[in-house]
Structure formats: C-alpha cells, structure tokens
C-alpha cells in the first residue's frame, strides 16, 4: 500500500536563522569527537598524575606521539621541583589549557607558590602553557625568549591546526625574565643551568643538585625518535658529547619519553647519539651518491630503531628538511676539488 505522502515540512525564515546561527556558534569538535565531548565534565582533561620520582621531584611523561586531536598535544614531558620555599616548573606544556592543567596538580601536591617556570626552548609544547603561570616567574635562555617573542604564534597557530581545540584560548607568551648557566637557588633548590644547542638555536638542561636530576629538554629522547625542524645535527652531537660528561646525574628526564637510572640512565643519550649520527651519515652518504630526495625517503631504516616510536615519520620530516642543504654542501665540496 502506497504511503500517504506527506506535506514536506516548511522551514520558515526565522527557524532557518536561528539554526543557521547555532551551526555558526557550535563547537567545533575534535576529528574525535567520540573520545571528547564538549561540555562535559571531563572535556579536554589531559588527566596529568605528576609522578613523585624522588624527593621533591615530579615529572609528567607525555605520549611518544604526534600532535593530533585525541592528545590535545600531551606528547611532552613537564615536571616541577617543589622546594621549601617555592615550585620550579620545567617546561609549561602544549597549550593554555595543559598549563592551567599542570598549575592545579601542582597545587594538589602543595600549597607553595610557584616562583619560577622554565622554557628548556622554543618550542610549541614547551613553552605554550605559560599563560597559565605568572608572568613574573617566566624565563628562559635570552635566544629562547627571541625565539618564542618571533615565532611563538606561528607555531601556536600550527598547533591549532593539529590539536584542534585543545588549544583554545592558547597565545604564545614570551619570558620576561633571561637566564644564564650557571647556579641558580629558586624556591629553595639548587639548580645547575646549562645552555648548549643543537636542537634549537638555545637548549637549557637544568640540574637538581640536591637529586640529581637532569632535565634535558629536547637534547635527548627515549624510544622516541628525535625531531629536527630547527636542528644542526653537529651542533647537537656536540651537545650530547658535553651531557656525558656531567657529574652528579643519577637520573635523566628525557624532553619526550621515560624517565632514565639505574642501569639504563645513559639508554636515552645513546638512543639519540645513534639516531642522529646514522641520520646524519644516510644524509651525507646519500648527497655524495647524487640521490634525488624521493630516493633517500625510499630507503629504509636502520634495523636498530625499530621499536622507536615515530621513526619513519620523524625519518620523512627530517630528510625533506636536512637533505637540500646536505645536498648543497657536497656540491659545494664537489665544485672545491
Ligand atoms: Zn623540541
């Protein structure tokens, strides 16, 4: 039997405006929605549990990830060092929302103010959650602050694009304050700063004295390969040649990936000594044999980095971006002969 057809219902003017406007007003919602509800209590909750990992000190271990919109960018490592007098905070996280994250955790672990945050370099998770510390306590390397006063929106804006909206209400905020290596008593820990480079033009490392407790920054990764948008592969070899050498490290807090003692404390120095030096020889290697880049991209990788985490991305990102000027180089040499 045929249905009655019925009269197709009539959106008039004004329902048609105000549907249009609550599209234009809507969230819009992460690629996963189904994983974030907006609205909801625990809507873009990173869920940072800082671990106590000696006396005073707390890391908190980001995913060995991408950016993407299901980590909101909590790919990252941040920690904070809680001294008798006040709370040093190394890293600010991702976006606003992660710092505000980060400064509440704190505040469950102790009533002491926060009375300096460090930026180890200028880079998008590192430093954009500044905004939710105060701006008094901010500081960095002087070419870390040119960094983020120059860069800082168009790496948030990059970010936007990759985290989605994580990342509302995220501005880049440049420290006020410079620091220089050396010794340094904040909140009532001794810190050892030291300044080298090699992942970015600036890299801070700061030591716990009291622990031992190297905060490396992006210098060093574990299982997780190492990123190179601003790297001078030299430079950063150098830099970890100079980490060896420190004394008084009994544990290595990597810029992403585990904690590092014990036995494995030099594990994620290595890591990034092999995978930088390889990277660096296919490179040379390549140039030398007059490969075209899709060519080096075809290559495959190094048996030994098999379990690290983002290797074959990492390996793209680092090739279209390294290999041009390698390329250059031995053209370069070619033409001296
Ligand atoms: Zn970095």
Not at 53 to 61: F, H, N, P, S
Not at 205 to 211: E, G, I, K, M, Q
Not at 250 to 275: C, D, I, K, M, N
Request: glycine share 8%; with cysteine; hydrophobic share 40%.
């Amino acid at each position: 039997m045929r249905a009655p057809s019925l009269p197709r219902p009539v959106l008039c003017r004004p329902r048609l405006a105000a549907l249009l406007l609550a599209a234009l007003l809507a969230p819009s919602l992460p690629a996963e929605a189904d994983t974030v509800v907006p609205g909801a209590a625990h809507a873009f909750d990173y869920r940072l549990q800082p671990r106590r990992i000696t006396d005073g000190v707390y890391v908190l271990i980001g995913r060995t990830e991408d950016f993407d919109t299901r980590n909101g960018g909590n790919i990252v490592n941040t920690g904070f060092l809680v001294g008798s007098s006040g709370v040093v905070v190394i890293d600010s996280g991702p976006s606003r929302r992660y710092g505000e994250q980060l400064r509440a955790a704190i505040a469950a672990v102790t009533p002491l103010p926060v009375v300096l945050t460090l930026n180890t370099h200028a880079h998008p998770d590192h430093f954009l959650g500044n905004q939710a510390f105060p701006a008094g306590t901010l500081a960095a390397l002087p070419a870390t602050r040119d960094a983020i006063a120059r860069e800082g929106e168009d790496l948030s804006a990059n970010l936007y694009r990759l985290a989605g909206d994580w990342m509302r209400g995220t501005e880049a905020r440049p420290p006020g304050r410079s620091l220089a290596p050396g010794r340094l008593h904040a909140g009532g820990r001794e810190l050892e700063l030291i300044a080298l480079d090699g992942h970015t033009g600036a890299d801070l490392l700061v030591l716990d004295r009291a622990s031992g407790t190297l905060f490396a920054g992006d210098l060093v990764f574990h299982d997780r390969a190492p990123t190179t948008p601003h790297a001078d592969l030299d430079h950063w070899l150098a830099a970890l040649e100079r980490i060896a050498t420190l004394d008084g490290v009994r544990q290595v807090v990597p810029g992403h990936g585990e904690v590092a003692s014990g036995t494995g404390l030099q594990t994620p120095l290595r890591q990034t000594q092999a995978w930088l030096r390889w990277l660096q020889q296919r490179l040379d290697t390549s140039a030398a044999q007059g490969l075209e880049t899709n060519e080096v991209l075809a290559l495959p990788l190094a048996a030994e980095f098999a379990t690290i985490a983002e290797a074959a991305t990492e390996y793209r990102r680092s090739v279209l971006r390294l290999y041009p000027q390698t390329e250059h180089k031995a053209l370069q040499q070619h033409g001296a002969r």
